[in-house]
């Protein structure tokens, strides 16, 4: 098989492996609102947070920064030793982490429940998340165990482990959910049962640990089946894990950043109200077309920025960067819109069922449409930050994802009085609208030559192209009745194909570049 046949094939896996992960994470959590009430699925989505929180503030950050390359060199130079040490004294210190994160959960759950509503009681909310919590914090130990043995697999060009694991882990949760809904029976699945019922309390909790304890499983019994050998060499003095503590340093504070507003969120969502719910479920929907199109584009272009890079040709790069991110808004300007106009539809045909009614309907499409409309601002913001990056800039990505975060908690705080959880999904779009129009101006001063104003343009060409289709997609399914049942589903079955028709006329009509520069793209890797 030929090189690029091979890169085909494992991008093939990637994608399809993410694809399956991202739909069934979204089946799990479709059943986990449609079982339980709205306090306890607070409750769960919170405390369920919390070891991604805490994995991603204190090593997350300093792992993903260096790790694929530090391994891949290693691999490169037979150096098994550098990567038995890192290996060992980044779990060495996940396993600390743990334990001190699992004595201090009683705190970690009060700092979380500060704002909770007067209408729940507050004594099951902290005793419910508490359990939950000790549960669930573990799992800090192992998704560290999972990111090293991921990236060390794909150092050494293995990737279907890495990408299908985490469909696993999600078959484990749903699982759980069916059990719990098959045992627990009928009666409401609220704080009050769980604070009565251990039975549903460990339902909830025990087969999502489960689920990280098994994916980092696959990925540690993949390593030894592809003859990738670790020892346990907890060397913290070994010159690689000076050289990853050296090389992360902006990176953790850009990870520092993104923590610290997602705590605020949550805050001002108010777990027990259903907020966080709500905000959750909304910025897991928002996140699709991110993930399987935005990330497509990204992952394809920045292998071809750094070559220009490496290669010290500007002209290449600035002419590689001017058509990624005009081809990532011609994907993601017309999905975000199209998303937003149909938020509501969608939420109802996915998850209107049980203890999931129309009013959690409606202010989870309300949130996915704050979220929707800012699809396209994300999408560029993450491209223009691979402008920085490549030219082994991370103070500057820091900079700015530092001011964003922080016009997000300002403007999260303003909106939320007023529009309750969907203003936090607006507080998000309007920082990340900002904040990539600045990003690409910064890059534009640091990098004389990125064409700014042809960018824009092309933007604004874009925009106005995918704000017409979704005002037509808007009329011709807003006569189909109420957003629920059979009526949503036919708004999706008419607004999707019209939207991709109506969009591709228009950037036929406004005579758009991109469409032409999509095509030939797309025949290019055909070949």
Same mark, same amino acid.
């Given at each position: 098989?030929?090189?690029?046949?091979?890169?085909?094939?494992?991008?093939?896996?990637?994608?399809?492996?993410?694809?399956?992960?991202?739909?069934?994470?979204?089946?799990?959590?479709?059943?986990?609102?449609?079982?339980?009430?709205?306090?306890?699925?607070?409750?769960? &989505?919170?405390?369920?947070?919390?070891?991604?929180?805490?994995?991603?503030?204190?090593?997350?950050?300093?792992?993903?920064?260096?790790?694929?390359?530090?391994?891949?060199?290693?691999?490169?130079?037979?150096?098994?030793?550098?990567?038995?040490?890192?290996?060992?004294?980044?779990?060495? %210190?996940?396993?600390?982490?743990?334990?001190?994160?699992?004595?201090?959960?009683?705190?970690?759950?009060?700092?979380?429940?500060?704002?909770? *509503?007067? +209408?729940?009681?507050?004594?099951?909310?902290?005793? &419910?998340?508490?359990?939950?919590?000790?549960?669930?914090?573990?799992?800090?130990?192992?998704?560290?165990?999972?990111?090293?043995?991921?990236?060390?697999?794909?150092?050494?060009?293995?990737?279907?482990?890495?990408?299908?694991?985490?469909?696993?882990?999600?078959?484990?949760?749903?699982?759980?959910?069916?059990?719990?809904? %098959?045992?627990?029976?009928?009666?409401?699945?609220? !704080?009050? #049962?769980?604070?009565?019922?251990?039975?549903?309390?460990?339902?909830?909790?025990? *087969?999502?640990?489960?689920?990280?304890?098994?994916?980092?499983?696959?990925?540690?019994?993949?390593?030894?089946?592809?003859?990738?050998?670790?020892?346990?060499?907890?060397?913290?003095?070994?010159?690689?894990?000076?050289?990853?503590?050296?090389?992360?340093?902006?990176?953790?504070?850009?990870?520092?950043?993104?923590?610290?507003?997602?705590?605020?969120?949550?805050? #001002?969502?108010?777990?027990?109200?259903?907020?966080?719910?709500?905000?959750?479920?909304?910025?897991?929907?928002?996140?699709?077309?991110?993930?399987?199109?935005?990330?497509?584009?990204? &992952?394809?272009?920045?292998?071809?920025?750094?070559?220009?890079?490496?290669?010290?040709?500007?002209?290449?790069?600035?002419?590689?960067?001017?058509?990624?991110?005009?081809?990532?808004?011609?994907?993601?300007?017309?999905?975000?819109?199209?998303?937003?106009?149909?938020?509501?539809?969608?939420?109802?045909?996915?998850?209107?069922?049980?203890?999931?009614?129309?009013?959690?309907?409606?202010?989870?499409?309300? +949130?996915? &449409?704050?979220?929707?409309?800012?699809?396209?601002?994300?999408?560029?913001?993450?491209?223009?930050?691979?402008?920085?990056?490549?030219?082994?800039?991370?103070?500057?990505?820091?900079?700015?994802?530092?001011?964003?975060?922080?016009?997000?908690?300002?403007?999260?705080?303003?909106?939320?009085?007023?529009?309750?959880?969907?203003?936090?999904?607006?507080?998000?779009?309007?920082?990340?609208?900002?904040?990539?129009?600045?990003?690409?101006?910064?890059?534009?001063?640091?990098?004389?030559?990125? *064409?700014?104003?042809?960018?824009?343009?092309?933007?604004?060409?874009?925009?106005?192209?995918?704000?017409?289709?979704?005002?037509?997609?808007?009329?011709?399914?807003?006569?189909?009745?109420? *957003?629920?049942?059979?009526?949503?589903?036919?708004?999706?079955?008419?607004?999707?194909?019209?939207?991709?028709?109506?969009?591709?006329?228009?950037?036929?009509?406004?005579?758009?570049?991109?469409?032409?520069?999509?095509?030939?793209? !797309?025949? #290019?890797?055909?070949?």
């Amino acid at each position: 098989m030929t090189a690029r046949g091979g890169l085909a094939r494992a991008n093939l896996v990637v994608a399809t492996g993410t694809l399956l992960s991202r739909l069934s994470g979204l089946v799990r959590f479709g059943f986990l609102v449609q079982i339980v009430a709205n306090d306890l699925a607070d409750a769960f &989505t919170t405390a369920n947070n919390l070891p991604n929180v805490l994995y991603e503030l204190v090593l997350g950050g300093v792992l993903a920064a260096t790790l694929v390359p530090l391994f891949t060199r290693h691999a490169t130079d037979g150096d098994s030793e550098a990567t038995s040490a890192v290996f060992s004294v980044a779990a060495v %210190a996940s396993a600390v982490l743990t334990v001190v994160a699992v004595i201090a959960s009683p705190l970690l759950v009060r700092l979380y429940t500060v704002t909770s *509503p007067e +209408t729940v009681d507050r004594d099951r909310l902290v005793g &419910t998340m508490t359990f939950l919590a000790v549960v669930f914090l573990p799992q800090v130990f192992f998704y560290s165990l999972t990111f090293l043995a991921s990236a060390l697999l794909n150092a050494h060009g293995h990737f279907f482990a890495a990408a299908w694991a985490p469909v696993a882990n999600n078959v484990v949760g749903i699982a759980g959910l069916a059990a719990l809904a %098959a045992v627990v029976g009928t009666t409401p699945r609220d !704080l009050a #049962l769980a604070a009565l019922d251990p039975t549903l309390r460990w339902l909830l909790a025990a *087969p999502t640990t489960a689920g990280i304890v098994l994916m980092a499983g696959v990925l540690l019994v993949s390593l030894r089946r592809n003859g990738i050998v670790v020892r346990f060499r907890p060397d913290r003095h070994h010159p690689a894990v000076r050289e990853v503590l050296r090389l992360s340093g902006w990176t953790i504070g850009y990870v520092v950043a993104n923590q610290l507003a997602l705590y605020a969120m949550t805050v #001002l969502a108010r777990p027990g109200s259903f907020g966080v719910t709500a905000y959750q479920v909304a910025f897991l929907l928002a996140q699709v077309p991110i993930g399987l199109l935005a990330m497509s584009v990204i &992952t394809t272009f920045t292998p071809e920025l750094a070559r220009a890079r490496a290669a010290r040709d500007k002209a290449r790069f600035l002419a590689r960067f001017e058509q990624g991110l005009r081809l990532l808004l011609a994907v993601m300007l017309p999905a975000g819109f199209g998303l937003a106009v149909l938020a509501r539809p969608l939420v109802s045909t996915l998850l209107q069922a049980g203890a999931f009614d129309a009013a959690d309907a409606e202010i989870t499409g309300a +949130t996915l &449409t704050g979220f929707a409309w800012g699809v396209g601002a994300v999408a560029a913001y993450l491209f223009v930050l691979r402008g920085f990056t490549t030219h082994a800039d991370t103070r500057t990505p820091f900079v700015i994802n530092a001011f964003e975060n922080a016009l997000n908690i300002i403007l999260g705080v303003a909106l939320v009085g007023t529009f309750g959880v969907p203003g936090l999904a607006w507080s998000f779009t309007i920082a990340y609208g900002i904040s990539s129009v600045g990003a690409l101006a910064i890059l534009a001063r640091k990098l004389p030559g990125v *064409p700014v104003r042809r960018v824009l343009g092309s933007a604004g060409r874009l925009g106005l192209a995918a704000l017409v289709m979704a005002e037509i997609v808007w009329l011709a399914t807003s006569s189909f009745g109420g *957003p629920t049942g059979g009526a949503a589903l036919a708004r999706l079955v008419v607004g999707v194909p019209l939207g991709v028709a109506v969009y591709l006329v228009c950037l036929v009509v406004l005579r758009a570049p991109e469409l032409r520069e999509a095509a030939i793209r !797309l025949r #290019l890797h055909a070949r």
